[in-house]
């Protein structure tokens, strides 16, 4: 692994369903974020986590959840999928954030809910 | 409520310079960042500006005006792998950052 890696890449899913959308990085980022990008709307924060152990709401958190039970793994649970939550998600680390170092990002999943 | 504005589309010729604006009203600055996505590809890092300025890396420069709240962009030598999407981004007083909805840059030759 070098850097972030997501999982699934892409996915059709079911509404109602439940799923989660993996992301693990190996930098040892304490920071990490879950981001959703939609045409037009540009990238919107669901859910970040800055250390290890503590997790917070992002701008469009309603219908997902996150854990961030170690410093590598930052999954995004949806607990019963909604055609609206269709959209490309990126996973996000960063070491210092306020030191100025950018985020790197994951890959993205693509998710349509049908 | 925190606001970045950025022209939604721009086109530009191949070896050219093209100037990509950002204007920004945020809750608190700590710094202004661009990104590069190219189609189908996550964001990657271009540039950071915490003050005021001009900031040259390459054929890229990014400006910041933090009283005007601007930024831009500079691209020289316009080659055809910059057709891409260009994001500004903020960075607010929580140290999260707040995004544009990007610029799609056309490059024709």
């Known amino acids: 692994i070098a850097g972030i890696t997501q999982a699934p890449t892409s996915q059709i899913l079911a509404a109602g369903r439940r799923m989660t959308l993996r992301c693990t990085q190996d930098?040892?980022?304490?920071?990490m974020y879950w981001y959703r990008q939609d045409l037009g709307l540009g990238l919107r924060l669901i859910h970040y986590s800055n250390t290890a152990g503590t997790t917070g709401k992002g701008e469009v958190p309603d219908g997902y959840s996150v854990s961030r039970a170690n410093t590598d793994d930052f999954p995004l649970t949806l607990a019963s999928a909604v055609p609206s939550q269709t959209s490309v998600y990126f996973c996000a680390s960063s070491d210092s954030p306020e030191r100025g170092y950018g985020y790197t990002f994951g890959s993205g999943t693509r998710l349509t809910v049908v | 409520g925190q606001n970045i504005d950025q022209p939604t589309e721009m086109t530009a010729t191949e070896g050219a310079i093209v100037q990509i604006n950002c204007t920004y009203q945020t809750s608190g600055f700590n710094g202004l960042f661009w990104y590069q996505q190219h189609a189908g590809e996550a964001p990657t890092f271009l540039s950071y500006n915490v003050l005021d300025g001009l900031e040259e890396k390459g054929r890229f420069s990014s400006f910041l005006s933090r009283s005007k709240g601007y930024s831009y962009l500079l691209l020289k030598e316009l080659q055809m792998k910059d057709s891409a999407s260009y994001l500004c981004?903020?960075?607010?007083?929580?140290?999260?950052?707040?995004w544009g909805a990007g610029t799609k840059l056309i490059i024709k030759p």
């Open positions: 930098m040892r980022h304490n920071a």
């Open positions: 981004a903020v960075m607010d007083s929580n140290y999260q950052l707040i």
